[in-house]
C-alpha cells in the first residue's frame, strides 16, 4: 500500500429523499421521489482496482428512532470487507448495518454517518435502494462510478465518516479489521462521547476554531480546508473536534487541559510548534485517526495525571517524537494510578521514538501498532509502569520494546504473540496489570495491511 496515498473525487452517489411520516412535509429531490420515512446519500470516496471505499450519511425524516437497520443490495458481486459506525452482515448480495451504541438515537430530521471498504469487480454500481428499518428509502443515482477503477487510485484511504450532526461522527466497533472504534480506556469511567447529540459547527480560521473549542458547553466542530497558527488551542470538555476531508492544522496544536469527553479525530496536523495534541489534567478522551508530521516537539503526549485515552488509527511519520505518556520521572506522586492509555491501530511509519515511552501507567495496553523502520526504538516501560505490547507489527524494527529509557528507571513490560520481520527480539519482563475492558484482536500477521489500510485522515 502506498504512503502516499491519491485521494479519488467523488465518484459516485445515490441519494434517497422521501415524503415524510408523521404529519412532515414531503421532500423531492433533483433525483428522485421516495418513500416516507428517510434520507440516504451513498458516496464512493475512493475506488482502485480491486476494491473501493464508500462513506454513507443516513438522515431520519421520520419519528424518532432509538435503534436501526439500513439495507442494500449489490448489484456487481460486492462485498463489504471492514466498516465503521454500524456492525455489517451480508448475505449474498444483500447488506444489513446496524446501529452501534452511541448512534443509535436519530431524531426527526437527524442523521449519522457511517461507512465501508468494500471488493468489487470490473465495474462498481451504486445500489439504487435502501431501506431504514423496513422502510424503503429510493432515490435515484446521481452519479456513477466509472466501470473500470483507474489503476493509479490506491486503497489507502482511512475509514473516517463525513461529519454531521450526528453524535461523535467517528466510527465505533472492536477492532477485527473493520476499520476502528472506539475501544480500550476510553470506554471506562463513563465512557467517552465527545459532543454527542450536539448541532455542529463548522470553522475556517483559527480564531473560529480557538472560539469554538472553548468551555464545557457540549458541541461537535468541524474544522474545514486548512488553518494556520501558533502555539496551543486549548479544548474544553464535551467536544468533538472532526477534520471534513483533507483539513489540516498547520503550526499549532490542541491543547486539552483539565478537560474531559474530549473526541479528536480525522485531522491532519503538521509543522507544530510545541506539541500537536497535549493531554493533561484531563479524563476520558479519544484520539482517532489523525495525520501527523514534521513537528517540533511530541506528536500525541499525554501526561499530568490524565487517565482513560484511547489513542487509535492514527498515522504518523516524518517525525522524530511521537507519544510520550508521563513527562517526568519525579511526577510519581501525581501520575501513579492514572495514565492508563490504549494505543492500538496506529502506523509509526519511519519515525524514531516514543511508540510510546511509559512511565508510571499500569496497565497501558499497546497493541494491533504497525511499526515500520523505526530507527530509535518502539516501546519503552521505565517508572515501574505496566505495559502490554500484543499483536503487533514490528517490520525492519532493530529495538521493537525495552524497559528503562535514557535516566528513567525501568518498568514492566509483558510481549505476547507479536510478529516480527527484520527486527531484533525485544526486552520484556515482570508483570502487568489486568486489561479491564473486553477488545479483539487482529491476527498479527494481517496487522500490517489493516492499519496501512486504514490508519490517518482523509
Known sequence: MSVRRHHAALLGAVTAVAAAAAGLVGVTSSAANAASGCRVDYKVASQWDGGFVADIAITNLGDPLSNWTLGWSFGAGQTVSSGWGATYAQSGAGVTATNLSYNGSIGTGGSTSIGFQGTSGSSNPVPT????????????????????????????????????????????????????????????????????????????????????????????????????????????????????????????????????????????????????????????????????????????????????????????????????????????????????????????????????????????????????????????????????????????VQDPYHRGEGSSAPGNLVARNNYLVGSGSGDAGGSVASIPYSYSLDTPSSVKSVVTAGAGAR
Open 129 to 396: 435502494a435502501f431501506t431504514l428499518n423496513g422502510v424503503s428509502c429510493t432515490g435515484g443515482v446521481t452519479g456513477s462510478p466509472s466501470g473500470q477503477p483507474s489503476p493509479s487510485q490506491s486503497p489507502s484511504r482511512t475509514p473516517s465518516p463525513s461529519p454531521s450532526p450526528s453524535p461523535s461522527p467517528s466510527p465505533s466497533q472492536t477492532p477485527g479489521g473493520n476499520g476502528g472504534g472506539l475501544v480500550g480506556w476510553a470506554t471506562q469511567n463513563g465512557g467517552t462521547t465527545g459532543g454527542g447529540n450536539a448541532g455542529t459547527v463548522t470553522v475556517s480560521s483559527a480564531s473560529a476554531l480557538t472560539s469554538a473549542i472553548q468551555g464545557t458547553t457540549a458541541s461537535v466542530v468541524r474544522v474545514s480546508g486548512t488553518i494556520s497558527c501558533s502555539g496551543m488551542l486549548r479544548v474544553g470538555s464535551n467536544k468533538t473536534i472532526v477534520g471534513a476531508s483533507g483539513a489540516t492544522i498547520v503550526g499549532c496544536g490542541l491543547n486539552v487541559s483539565e478537560a474531559k469527553n474530549v473526541i479528536i479525530r480525522n485531522l491532519i496536523f503538521r509543522d507544530w510548534s510545541d506539541d500537536a495534541i497535549n493531554v493533561q489534567y484531563s479524563t476520558n478522551v479519544w484520539i482517532d485517526h489523525n495525520t501527523l508530521s514534521h513537528g517540533y516537539d511530541g506528536a500525541i503526549d499525554v501526561k499530568r495525571a490524565s487517565d482513560f485515552v484511547t489513542v487509535s488509527w492514527n498515522r504518523l511519520f516524518n517525525h522524530d517524537k511521537t507519544m510520550l505518556l508521563g513527562h517526568s520521572d519525579d511526577n510519581g506522586a501525581e501520575d501513579r494510578g492514572h495514565l492508563r492509555v490504549t494505543y492500538h491501530h496506529n502506523w509509526f511509519d519511519g519515525t524514531t521514538q516514543r511508540h510510546p515511552r511509559v512511565r508510571f501507567g499500569n496497565p497501558v495496553h499497546v497493541f494491533n501498532n504497525y511499526y515500520n523502520r523505526n530507527s530509535g526504538y518502539g516501546v519503552a516501560s521505565t517508572e515501574g509502569a505496566g505495559v502490554l505490547v500484543e499483536s503487533n507489527y514490528f517490520e525492519n
